[in-house]
């Protein structure tokens, strides 16, 4: 019986394979001389370029530049404006396995249009992203192209790309098909690509691969079928797999497993992967926040927390081996991915000097961590209007209500299942010791509409409700409450955020404009009308003694600069 | 230090604007689902229904999602990346003795059916936006005329006998219960009912009403009483802006509701008929 079990669960092993095309002949590492990022260079602070997509591994997204600054800022003018094209073209570079004319269903669910959402890398002059199926590389300078590469897709919702990873000479990037493309970065021409996920069982992949060493890291995402959560490591020269760290224990009696009522449950529990981690250069260990669990908006049929649902945990970077975990939401009946960065912040608590880690989650807690070895240190409520929980525990788990899990006739919850906050890039700046987080203040009927004792799916429909808006805050690191908060009189989008030496903070309201604050009290300082809303986490560079501020909004970065 | 502001601004949809991981499309084709599902017609589904009950169901349970020894259908990597019967059928007529899976004996006709009903089965998990709200009306409808006129101070504005009169034959019960939480659709200025009043007041102390078409920071627009669109630069608090959103009664009460309250309420509504 337990076999017959095994057989049939979609099949785990399946991204165990090579890559389908072979590397490179020769055995160099990294693509020879002229390296364009050596991964050595990632373990120190980012100061004129941007290397991977937090521009650090401690995903503060705080840049030490300054020559854009308070004083100036009203200065700042249009350098350029790229628009980019998704799809083939005349010079692009075409790869992919899939057929001329796409699968429909993926695309109904690409939100109309391109939007960058990817943080493009600057590199020695050049920007490097990535929309789903897409990949660029453009000149920082001019806002030229240089390359386009077009990935021909089997399907999978094209919902979003968080951009790409650079190792030497190689370009990595995800697609919604669940392949992971290696590009040469000098000419955009394919090296290789290898299948990380059946896009059949609705895994989709959106994550930027963040490079550690000789480590690609690789995940991916869906909610769809009940499948598995997993995060790889791959090697940057082939594509083969180093180490896969399951978001589930395997089997019975595996640590966790007494979190799930059966196998069943666990090897269909979720737990995605979707966005990048963060890294602890010294102690080696890569942090990353996991998805929900599965079936989405019930919790029928997977009694228990679920671990690792939901849950900040710290992988071995050599290994995948988990060192520790804290799990933000016990057993997640709401969709409240806890995949928002956990950024490392290197500061006092209690007068004492500690390593920590923050992350404002989707399910509107904040919670504070001693990153060595996950000691919970802070747990606070960042909106007003969050009506799910019954407090915190003795470990400052947020203790869900139970009468505000869906029902047939329906429940009232805030957040609804966008949450809080979401992927938008939060920012931390050593320099005010302030978290900032785009928040929402919403609410939402969940309907229970699958009332087998073995729900699959979501299992539940939401239908949203009205709000309070949403509002920018500044959250004071220590205790996670808010010092100030700014909302947006016509709505937030979906903008992340940028802080800097200059005393500014970067970032987008819903009404297409760019905006500059001081990030001490929230004084708007500068904005910017675009073409539509700010879709990626702006970033900032300096060329030629030249600071620059890039950011995406609808299918089209935008570059700023002092007028000269 | 948590002062609640006070809403100024009511219809945030933000969620259809945060294209986040979270809430794609609720109709077909997609249906919230990232592959083209085939369409199967209700008599083959259902003729595949009860041969997969007759010859499957015992081990698999009867709809497929597992049973005493058998496991889950619909979650299983084998029927998802099934393409007409190519990967169930050898099983099916083959068996997997080694697993406890005996040979079943159906028509290749039968088994066509029965193929069916599990890709169904599939698509039926995956298209979240084709999910059927089921019957809602849960409440007591007494309980909730009471709040009507009680607590929840829906009196106040609306009246069963005037703009609320026959709303339960107007409206199903979800939509019904949906406008209870959400009274209007569409952003700011482009709603189809219930229009925010804007107040703009210029330094000169000249005011100017209308409708509020948009907002945001730097910009107030309006349509004023002579239809005629205008907008005007803001500086933060200056030129002084009002708005008066006629709805904004339901927000205020969206951290208030009970969950009883809204099926009540819902419950009394629908008897409006």
Known sequence: MKKLLLLLVPVMVSAQVGPKAAALSSAVTTGGENLILDPAQLLKPATDSWPTYNGDYSGKRFSSLQQINQLNVKQMTLAWIYRAQAGPGFNTIVGGTGPDAPPVAGRENSFGGLQIKATPLMLNGILYFASPDNAWAVDARSGKELWHYFWRTTGGIHIGNRGVGIYGNWLFFETPDDYLVSLDARTGKERWHVQIADVKQEYFSTPAPVIIGNHVMVGTGGDTLDVPGFLEARDPETGNLQWKWWTEPLKKGDPGSETWPNEASMRHGGGMTWMPGTYDPTLKLYYIGTGNPQPVETGHGREGDNLWTCSIVALNIDTGRIVWYYQVSPHDTHDWDATQTPILIDGTFNGKPRKMLAQASRNGYYFLLDRTNGEHLVTEKFIETMNWSNGVNAKGQPIPNPAKESTIDGVLVSPNSTGASNWPAPSFDPETGLFYVDSNETFSEFYLTDTDPQPEGYAAAERNAGGMGNTLRALDYRSGRTVWKHKYPGGGGSAGILTTAGHLLFTGDGSQNFIAFDPANGKILWHAGLAGNVANGPETYSLDGQQYIVVGAGDSLYAFTLAQ | ?273
């Open chain 2, 1 to 273: 230090m948590f002062r609640q502001h006070r809403v100024i601004m009511t219809a945030m949809l933000l969620s259809t604007a945060l294209a986040a991981q979270d809430q794609p499309k609720m109709r077909r084709p997609g249906g919230g689902a990232g592959m083209d599902y085939r369409d199967y017609d209700a008599a083959t589904i259902e003729r595949g229904k009860s041969a997969f009950v007759a010859n499957c169901g015992f081990c698999h349970g009867a709809n497929a999602r597992g049973g005493e020894s058998g496991p889950d259908l619909v979650r299983s990597a084998v029927v998802i990346d099934d393409e007409n019967g190519n990967l169930i059928m050898p099983i099916v007529h083959g068996g997997r003795q080694t697993q406890g899976m005996p040979k079943v004996d159906v028509s290749e006709k039968q088994l066509a059916d029965i193929v069916a009903f599990l890709h169904e089965g599939v698509r039926a998990a995956a298209e979240r936006g084709t999910y059927k709200v089921l019957n809602i009306v849960t409440g007591n409808a007494k309980a909730g005329e009471a709040y009507f006129i009680g607590a929840g101070k829906c009196a106040t504005c609306h009246s069963v006998t005037g703009d609320l009169k026959g709303i339960g034959a107007k409206y199903d019960p979800v939509a019904l219960q949906g406008r209870i939480v959400m009274p209007v659709g569409g952003r700011p200025g482009r709603r189809n009912s219930s229009p925010i009043e804007v107040t703009v007041t210029l330094s000169a102390g000249k005011v100017v009403t209308g409708t509020l078409e948009r907002i945001d920071d730097f910009t107030v627009a309006l349509t004023d009483a002579a239809g005629e669109f205008r907008s005007f630069a803001r500086h933060g608090e200056t030129p002084k802006v009002v708005l008066k959103d006629p709805v904004q009664a339901h927000f205020d009460m969206l951290p208030k509701y009970t969950d009883a309250d809204i099926h009540n309420l819902t419950a009394y509504l629908v008897t409006l008929k």
